[in-house]
Structure formats: C-alpha cells, structure tokens
C-alpha cells in the first residue's frame, strides 16, 4: 500500500501550522498535548505520507481514534484545511493498513455491514435493548451492557412504527418535500420524526418519506468504512430521485453534512458523481429550510411547558454546515425564553459512535458541557442531531441534572399546536 | 531515553504528564518555523509548579538539555527542540488562578491562552493588553519568553510592560518566587530581565499580570489605498504629527486576498493595494482628537475610502481578519516565513520597497501585514520546504532584508524573538563585548546552558566565551 492511498497529502499542505485550531479541540483541551490536536493530527498525517511514520504504527492509530472528528477545528481555521475529509481518509487508509481483531472486525461487520443496512435489523436490535433496559438483563451485564444502562430508555414499538410514505400539506399548499427518516433517528426518536413532519405539513409542504430507505452511511465514513459509505451514498441517492427533486430535509445534523458531501464522497466514480452532487444541492437541514418559512407572527407561548431553552449547535449543523443562526430565530419564533448556553459550539462528546467505542474520552469531554448547562440556568437543552440527543439525555442524568432534551423540531411543534389550540 | 528515567518521571507527572513515544513525539519538531526541525527525545506537560520543580530535578540531576514551549506558535524556533533534550510543555498548565479587579491583576498559569485571559477578565470591564495575532493560541508563558507584541501594542507597550509577577521554576528545579504584584520592582528588577529571555534563563510557569481597564469608548476605521506606498507614509505621517491611535496596521493585497477567502473574511476590498486599519480609544473626546487628524493625513496621502465599523461585530470581524492572515497565507503555498523587523517610521516606505524587491528579485511571493504605527514589519514570504533551492533563496532574501533593516537604523525583531533564525544576526546589531555581557547574565541564571542552549546568542560569541573563561 503506497503512503499517497492512505493520507490525503495534498490537503494536508493547506495546514501552515499556525496552532490557531489547538484550542477549540476537544482532545487537545483533555489532553494538551499536541499528537492530540488537529495540527498534531496532521503533522502525522503528513508524516506518512512522505514516508518518515508508518502507518501501521499504533500510536498513529491511536491519535487518528481519539478524534471526535467535531470539524470545530475547521470552523477556525485560516487556511481552510477540510479537517473532516482528512480525518476520514486516514482512518480509511488505517483500516486497510492495520487490521483489527476478530472480535472488533466481527462488530463492525455486524454494525456497519448488517444492522446499519437494514431496517429488519435495526428494528430488531432496538427491541432486543428495549427488553435488555427493561428487564433488567443490561444491568446483570455488568461492563458489556453498561452502554445500555446509561442511555435513555429505547421507545416501545409503537413510538418506532414507519412515517407515512406521503404526508399533505394542511392548508394552503405551497409545495413537496422529501424526507429523511434516517436510521437510529426513527428506533430513537420517533417523536422528532413526527414533528418534523408535522412542522413541515403546517407550513404548506407535502411531505414524502422513502419508507424502504435505511441509511445515509455517515457513520461508515466517520469510521473509515470508506467502501460501505460509498455503496450507501449511491443506494441513497436512488431512494431520493424516486422522490421527486425537490428539497430533502434533515434532521440529523450528522446525516445533513454527510450527504451534503456526497459530491466528494463519489468524487471518483464517474458514472455517480454528477448525480451526486445534483443530490446534495437538495440536502437542507431542518431549520435551514423551515426558518424562512415560518411567519414571524405565529408566536406561541411555551414558557410554562418547556421553562428556559438553551440550545447547544450540534457540530456537524455549525462546523459541517455552517448552520447557526436559523435554529436559534426558530427557537425566538415559537415564543419560548432562551438563554445562551457558553462554548455551545464545542463537542458533547457524543461523536456518532464514539461514546460506545471510547466510553471514558466521550464522558471526559461531556462534563465540560454540563457545567456549562447547569451554569447557564436553563431547563430544557435543545439540539438537532440524535447522537447528541443521547448523549444529553444519559450525560445530564448521569451527572444528576433535571432538564429535559429537545430535538428544535419538537420545539416548535409544541408551539404550532399550541397556537392552534388557542 | 533510558526507561528508567522514563519511569521516574512517569512517577512524578503521571502517564498524562510524560510523551516518550516516538510517534507522538514527531509531533513536537518545530513550532511556528516549520523551516527547522528536530525531535525531542521526550515531552513532559506538568500540572503544577511543584510537578515541574520536581520534574526539572531530575533532569538536572541527568544534565538533560530543556526547551520549554507553550503553544508551538512561536516564529523563531525558539521552541524548536534540541538534540537529546527534553521539550516541557504548558498545555497542561491552564488555570487562571487568581483575578483581583480591585487591584487590576491576574495570576495565572503558563499554559493559559492569551485570549482565555482576556475572557475571564471581560466581564470585570478589564482586559490584557497585549495581543499577538497568535492569541487564540499562544500562551501567557510563551508570550514571557519572547516578550510578545501586537497591534495594540502600539499603544499598551509588549508583554513586558504588563508582567508584574512571576513563579520561575530554574534550571536545578528549585523555585524562584517573584509573584508579588508590585508595579515598582523592589532590588534588581529580575521580572524584567526575565521577560524576553526566550526560555533560557528557566521556566516561568505562574504569572502576574496587570489589567488594563476596557476603555469608554473604541472606534475602528478602515482606510484604503490603492497603493502600498501612500499607506506606508500616512502612517509616517501619523508618527509625525504625536498622534497616538491604540493600533495602526497594514495589509497588502495579497494579504487581503488570502484573508477574503478564508473563514476569516473581514470585508476587505479585494480591489485595494493596501488597507490601513486604525483604532483608537478612550473617552468620545480623546477619541475624535486623534480620529480627526489621523482621518485628514488618510486622506491627504490618497485613501480613496474610509470605512467604519458600526458595531462590535464588524470591529471583531476586522480584527479576526487581520489576526488570521499568517494562517491563511496557508491557502498561497504550504510553508509561510515570517519575517520580523523594526524600522524607523520615518523609512517605512522605502524598508517595505527595499523587501519586496529582494523577494522579487529572489522570485519569491511576498505579502506585506504589519504593526506599521511601531514600524514593526512582517515581510511574509510563501515557500515550498519540500524545494530546498526554494528554501536557500528565502533564506537569503530574510539575510538580505535583515542587513538592509540594520543598516538603516532598524532592529532585528519586534516581537517574535531571536531564537534559531535570527541568532547569527545578532552580531550585526551587538559587538562581541555586549554579546559577552549577555552570556553572563545567561550564565547567571544557568551556569550549565542546559536551558534552551544554542538559541539567540550567536554559536561563535558562547564559543569564545568559554575560551576566555576556562584557562582562569
């Protein structure tokens, strides 16, 4: 394997190694040491590419996991070094390079190869934690079923029943959406779904979902299953031009940036490329879309259900897509009072599947989040992504917090209906 | 390094405290100056001064070479590693320990960020003056070493200025206590004489700081040129005329264009030769006083637009923008050297021609952003460290724009310090009897050039120190 196929060389001559990135990330603040920041990172990188480090090195790998792949470090950045992809396309090249153990490959044939792609499983495996969480079992697990102990409580089967293929626009109809309904989002948080769907129809869009598609493969590249993301990309795009080409919403931040970077994804397949960057032209957040839509003067009230928000960026919606100020005149629109939750542009430590593969980094950097929370005075946290979601829901309970957690979508679902009622 | 050492320290600092893998070690080569780099045989980040003290006794105890580094965002090398050596990183070390409003200062750690200071004292209507373009990375500690400029500096005076205090961890490991926070040094103001000594005298690792009281009121003004020339002499002009704006800086064009297409996009024109940025601040008053006259020279050297910035975000912008330009040269080509003179305001037009026509001649890109108000300027030139005859002309071209500086009245660096890149240049400013002053002072401070040896005074003046000494 030549170096050049496992590192991304030319985007790493972007970095000058001015140091502005060290700050803002989260390994380089648990750590201060500089292997563990993004300039470090890609000193390494650099380094194997022209042939001073190997890359079967297992510190190299060390550092290229200990990543939460955040992107912070891009949104600082000078020179405009694209961290993510680099990320990305090392730990890509490390997986061809550094094979794991049977019990690591096992799993990850498992996840990335059976469960990520197939509702049956998913479902499945959703029941089978429901009824590990509820009997009690995860907890006899000791160490293995802890994961399932500390994370909120998978919701029964009715909560995680399919969106309808096609949902109308209530009242004046002002055109057609497609829907991504996304792979942990619909066994997790069915009731984001909804409200997504909800908030959607109300402001004049039919909302299409295509119920058959599974996953966007966002996790597959966070986790250098390059080949698995690519084959997910394409069946991905398929499922959305059956749905017309209008808009696609997200609601995962995670999910949006990704597919937003299909057009790189499939760079090199010829016969996909265009057709990939034709779908990720669609690719809108949720808030992206609805903020502009939704009429300043259907002000509800919500004070006295949510008490005070605070909202806290979800990395891939303020560093992946640039997105900061829409959910936030969301949140001022649906009439609730809010307050600003400090450093809310850093990691909670949730990082897609990062919490699960490196349980202790992924705590160490949430508890930075939760004193801020409990410093701000809020009551309710709202965020837009699921892995985020999660990891609130466990982290705040876990460090005694009483708040709730909102996905914004849920938000402002809450205050349509409210100011229906009135 | 031999493992038993390894696993003293380890004893004393803890696995989070010791870096010996080869791997993570590559990563501590070079600081800001990519251009030179050597491998640390091993990092230690301390959590305390007394982790630090007890560490420094070890390595004393094995006459072990030290380098401290605070971010690695230092210009000169003055964090590069020496061979053998140990690196003893701050970043460990982020604790503001004290801040008294009252009495306006700040005690601190080492490692702790310049701006993170300034932050955690903002809500007290208190700021930290100095402000290196670095400062959402470099360090308090570092910004001690290399006695740290920045645009309003200008103003405020560098690092020195501002330090009132400092905990000093020497050589043999034991602790030199100098923190009180007094304005007037009681004896010989050894704070002082520290401040600036790049790492060699030991390592500071709590400072005092003063604070700075934010002012009433700030304006920020943008004037544009079309070119660099009558930007250069409105500042001369300025100089002239005793005004005293807090910061007047200039980017060129190719500055700006890098600039306009990052992250840190500050509403530059893109079709101007030059900006100056100005600020001023104090009452409405004091304010108008120097923005009236500073406005009318603007204007009488040919600035075809002034632009103000209406609120706090638009100044942030502007200055963002100014501060990200090192960074994002990275978009022009891989590497970006940084050169770092003193002129006499009066030749500022003339020392920025004199550079850009040795980098021209030398075919290298340059782009000019500086601290023109202290005729502090930053000739940047883009290269390639993978084309080592690229390397060689930069090289000669910094030699070139040094000599000419000198030779003009002008000094050999500003704010980013002598270090490995300037230290054989010292002798065009310093005879042999003021270098030797110099080494005795080091001497002082540490008898057995452990600390940070081989930077700032040049090999042949230590040499021939330690000739003249050992036949006693």
């Not at chain 1, 490196?358 to 949430?366: E, I, L, Y």
């Not at chain 2, 100005?278 to 009452?283: F, L, S």
């Not at chain 2, 200055?319 to 994002?328: D, E, L, S």
């Given at each position: 394997?030549?170096?050049?196929?496992?590192?991304?060389?030319?985007?790493?001559?972007?970095?000058?190694?001015?140091?502005?990135?060290?700050?803002?990330?989260?390994?380089?603040?648990?750590?201060?040491?500089?292997?563990?920041?993004?300039?470090?990172?890609?000193?390494?990188?650099?380094?194997?590419?022209?042939?001073?480090?190997?890359?079967?090195?297992?510190?190299?790998?060390?550092?290229?996991?200990?990543?939460?792949?955040?992107?912070?470090?891009?949104?600082?950045?000078?020179?405009?070094?694209?961290?993510?992809?680099?990320?990305?396309?090392?730990?890509?090249?490390?997986?061809?390079?550094?094979?794991?153990?049977?019990?690591?490959?096992?799993?990850?044939?498992?996840?990335?190869?059976?469960?990520?792609?197939?509702?049956?499983?998913?479902?499945?495996?959703?029941?089978?934690?429901?009824?590990?969480?509820?009997?009690?079992?995860?907890?006899?697990?000791?160490?293995?079923?802890?994961?399932?102990?500390?994370?909120?409580?998978?919701?029964?089967?009715?909560?995680?029943?399919?969106?309808?293929?096609?949902?109308?626009?209530?009242?004046?109809?002002?055109?057609?959406?497609?829907?991504?309904?996304?792979?942990?989002?619909?066994?997790?948080?069915?009731?984001?779904?909804?409200?997504?769907?909800?908030?959607?129809?109300?402001?004049?869009?039919?909302?299409?979902?295509?119920?058959?598609?599974?996953?966007?493969?966002?996790?597959?590249?966070?986790?250098?299953?390059?080949?698995?993301?690519?084959?997910?990309?394409?069946?991905?795009?398929?499922?959305?031009?059956?749905?017309?080409?209008?808009?696609?919403?997200?609601?995962?931040?995670?999910?949006?940036?990704?597919?937003?970077?299909?057009?790189?994804?499939?760079?090199?397949?010829?016969?996909?490329?265009?057709?990939?960057?034709?779908?990720?032209?669609?690719?809108?957040?949720?808030?992206?879309?609805?903020?502009?839509?939704?009429?300043?003067?259907?002000?509800?009230?919500?004070?006295?259900?949510?008490?005070?928000?605070?909202?806290?960026?979800?990395?891939?919606?303020?560093?992946?897509?640039?997105?900061?100020?829409?959910?936030?005149?969301?949140?001022?629109?649906?009439?609730?009072?809010?307050?600003?939750?400090?450093?809310?542009?850093?990691?909670?430590?949730?990082?897609?599947?990062?919490?699960?593969?490196?349980?202790?980094?992924?705590?160490?950097?949430?508890?930075?989040?939760?004193?801020?929370?409990?410093?701000?005075?809020?009551?309710?946290?709202?965020?837009?992504?699921?892995?985020?979601?999660?990891?609130?829901?466990?982290?705040?309970?876990?460090?005694?917090?009483?708040?709730?957690?909102?996905?914004?979508?849920?938000?402002?679902?809450?205050?349509?209906?409210?100011?229906?009622?009135? | 390094?031999?493992?038993?050492?390894?696993?003293?320290?380890?004893?004393?600092?803890?696995?989070?405290?010791?870096?010996?893998?080869?791997?993570?070690?590559?990563?501590?080569?070079?600081?800001?100056?990519?251009?030179?780099?050597?491998?640390?045989?091993?990092?230690?980040?301390?959590?305390?001064?007394?982790?630090?003290?007890?560490?420094?006794?070890?390595?004393?105890?094995?006459?072990?070479?030290?380098?401290?580094?605070?971010?690695?965002?230092?210009?000169?090398?003055?964090?590069?590693?020496?061979?053998?050596?140990?690196?003893?990183?701050?970043?460990?070390?982020?604790?503001v320990l004290e801040v008294n409003v009252a009495d306006r200062y700040a005690r601190v750690?080492?490692?702790v960020?310049n701006v993170d200071l300034t932050l955690a004292v903002e809500k007290h209507g208190l700021f930290y003056a100095p402000d290196?373009?670095?400062q959402?990375?470099?360090?308090i500690?570092?910004?001690?070493?290399?006695?740290?400029?920045?645009?309003h500096?200008?103003?405020h005076?560098?690092?020195?200025r501002h330090i009132l205090?400092?905990?000093?961890?020497?050589?043999?490991?034991?602790?030199?206590?100098?923190?009180?926070p007094?304005a007037?040094?009681?004896?010989?103001?050894?704070?002082?004489?520290?401040?600036?000594?790049?790492?060699?005298?030991?390592?500071?690792?709590?400072i005092t700081v003063a604070l700075v009281p934010t002012p009433p009121?700030t304006?920020?003004?943008?004037?544009?040129?079309?070119?660099?020339?009558?930007?250069?002499?409105?500042?001369?002009?300025?100089?002239?005329?005793?005004?005293?704006?807090s910061?007047?800086?200039?980017?060129?064009?190719?500055?700006?264009?890098?600039?306009?297409?990052?992250?840190?996009?500050?509403?530059?024109?893109?079709?101007?030769?030059?900006?100056?940025?100005?600020?001023?601040e104090g009452?409405?008053?004091?304010?108008?006083?120097?923005?009236?006259?500073?406005?009318?020279?603007?204007?009488?050297?040919?600035?075809?637009?002034?632009?103000?910035?209406?609120?706090?975000?638009?100044?942030?912008?502007?200055?963002?923008?100014?501060?990200?330009?090192?960074?994002?040269?990275?978009?022009?080509?891989?590497?970006?050297?940084?050169?770092?003179?003193?002129?006499?305001?009066?030749?500022?037009?003339?020392?920025?021609?004199?550079?850009?026509?040795?980098?021209?001649?030398?075919?290298?890109?340059?782009?000019?952003?500086?601290?023109?108000?202290?005729?502090?300027?930053?000739?940047?030139?883009?290269?390639?460290?993978?084309?080592?005859?690229?390397?060689?002309?930069?090289?000669?071209?910094?030699?070139?724009?040094?000599?000419?500086?000198?030779?003009?009245?002008?000094?050999?660096?500003?704010?980013?310090?002598?270090?490995?890149?300037?230290?054989?240049?010292?002798?065009?400013?310093?005879?042999?009897?003021?270098?030797?002053?110099?080494?005795?002072?080091?001497?002082?401070?540490?008898?057995?050039?452990?600390?940070?040896?081989?930077?700032?005074?040049?090999?042949?003046?230590?040499?021939?120190?330690?000739?003249?000494?050992?036949?006693?």
């Amino acid at each position: 394997m030549k170096p050049l196929e496992l590192v991304d060389y030319a985007k790493s001559l972007d970095c000058i190694h001015c140091g502005l990135c060290l700050r803002t990330c989260p390994t380089y603040q648990l750590t201060g040491a500089e292997p563990s920041s993004p300039r470090g990172r890609i000193y390494l990188m650099r380094a194997v590419a022209e042939g001073e480090l190997a890359a079967t090195d297992p510190q190299y790998r060390e550092e290229m996991d200990f990543c939460l792949a955040c992107r912070h470090c891009e949104s600082v950045c000078p020179a405009g070094v694209r961290f993510g992809e680099m990320i990305e396309t090392a730990r890509a090249g490390l997986e061809k390079v550094q094979p794991r153990g049977i019990v690591a490959r096992t799993a990850r044939r498992i996840g990335f190869g059976t469960i990520l792609r197939s509702r049956f499983w998913l479902s499945l495996m959703a029941t089978s934690m429901r009824i590990g969480q509820r009997s009690g079992i995860a907890r006899l697990m000791g160490k293995l079923g802890r994961p399932l102990v500390e994370m909120p409580e998978v919701p029964p089967k009715s909560e995680r029943a399919p969106l309808p293929a096609h949902s109308p626009a209530v009242g004046p109809r002002k055109g057609e959406v497609a829907m991504l309904e996304g792979c942990a989002m619909r066994e997790l948080y069915g009731r984001v779904n909804r409200a997504t769907v909800e908030v959607l129809t109300h402001i004049g869009y039919d909302t299409r979902v295509p119920t058959k598609h599974v996953c966007c493969g966002a996790l597959h590249a966070h986790n250098g299953e390059i080949e698995g993301a690519r084959e997910l990309a394409r069946s991905t795009i398929e499922h959305f031009e059956r749905e017309g080409s209008g808009p696609i919403i997200v609601n995962s931040a995670g999910c949006g940036a990704h597919m937003r970077a299909y057009g790189h994804l499939l760079a090199e397949d010829v016969a996909w490329r265009e057709r990939a960057g034709r779908f990720a032209a669609r690719v809108r957040d949720f808030s992206e879309f609805v903020a502009p839509e939704l009429p300043a003067d259907k002000k509800g009230s919500l004070d006295k259900d949510l008490g005070v928000l605070a909202y806290d960026d979800p990395c891939h919606l303020c560093h992946g897509q640039q997105i900061r100020s829409q959910p936030r005149t969301l949140l001022e629109r649906s009439g609730a009072a809010r307050v600003d939750l400090p450093d809310s542009e850093s990691c909670c430590g949730s990082a897609g599947i990062y919490s699960l593969l490196r349980p202790d980094d992924s705590k160490a950097v949430f508890a930075k989040k939760a004193a801020a929370f409990r410093a701000c005075g809020a009551e309710t946290l709202v965020t837009a992504n699921p892995g985020c979601h999660m990891q609130w829901e466990s982290g705040l309970r876990r460090e005694g917090v009483r708040a709730r957690v909102l996905h914004v979508a849920e938000v402002i679902a809450a205050a349509l209906r409210k100011s229906r009622a009135r | 390094m031999r493992r038993e050492l390894i696993d003293e320290l380890l004893g004393v600092l803890g696995p989070a405290g010791v870096i010996h893998e080869p791997t993570r070690l590559l990563a501590y080569e070079c600081d800001g100056l990519a251009l030179l780099r050597q491998r640390p045989a091993l990092v230690l980040l301390p959590r305390t001064t007394d982790e630090c003290s007890r560490a420094m006794r070890i390595l004393h105890r094995e006459k072990i070479p030290v380098v401290g580094r605070g971010a690695g965002t230092g210009l000169s090398g003055g964090a590069t590693p020496v061979e053998g050596g140990v690196l003893v990183g701050f970043g460990r070390m982020r604790d503001v320990l004290e801040v008294n409003v009252a009495d306006r200062y700040a005690r601190v750690q080492a490692g702790v960020v310049n701006v993170d200071l300034t932050l955690a004292v903002e809500k007290h209507g208190l700021f930290y003056a100095p402000d290196p373009s670095s400062q959402a990375a470099c360090t308090i500690g570092g910004n001690v070493g290399e006695n740290s400029g920045g645009p309003h500096c200008f103003k405020h005076g560098a690092t020195t200025r501002h330090i009132l205090g400092l905990v000093i961890v020497r050589d043999d490991g034991s602790v030199l206590d100098l923190a009180l926070p007094q304005a007037d040094p009681l004896g010989y103001d050894l704070v002082g004489l520290f401040v600036g000594s790049e790492g060699m005298f030991g390592l500071a690792t709590e400072i005092t700081v003063a604070l700075v009281p934010t002012p009433p009121v700030t304006e920020t003004f943008l004037a544009i040129f079309t070119d660099l020339d009558s930007a250069c002499d409105a500042v001369s002009d300025a100089i002239a005329a005793k005004l005293e704006p807090s910061a007047l800086e200039i980017l060129d064009r190719l500055t700006i264009q890098a600039v306009e297409a990052s992250v840190f996009a500050a509403g530059y024109p893109r079709e101007a030769e030059a900006v100056l940025l100005i600020e001023a601040e104090g009452t409405e008053v004091e304010v108008e006083a120097t923005l009236a006259p500073m406005k009318a020279i603007a204007q009488k050297r040919g600035a075809i637009d002034m632009r103000r910035a209406r609120s706090a975000a638009e100044r942030k912008k502007l200055w963002a923008g100014r501060k990200g330009a090192f960074g994002a040269m990275g978009r022009i080509a891989p590497d970006l050297y940084v050169a770092d003179v003193v002129v006499p305001r009066t030749k500022l037009r003339e020392l920025v021609a004199e550079s850009t026509r040795i980098a021209r001649e030398k075919r290298l890109k340059l782009a000019n952003v500086f601290h023109a108000g202290d005729g502090n300027l930053h000739p940047n030139i883009s290269y390639d460290r993978r084309d080592p005859d690229e390397v060689k002309r930069v090289l000669a071209a910094s030699d070139e724009i040094m000599k000419v500086v000198v030779a003009a009245g002008g000094s050999l660096t500003g704010e980013h310090g002598v270090g490995l890149e300037k230290q054989e240049f010292m002798s065009l400013v310093f005879n042999d009897d003021d270098l030797r002053a110099m080494c005795r002072v080091r001497e002082a401070w540490d008898p057995e050039g452990r600390m940070n040896p081989g930077k700032l005074i040049p090999v042949h003046a230590c040499r021939e120190m330690r000739g003249t000494e050992k036949p006693r």
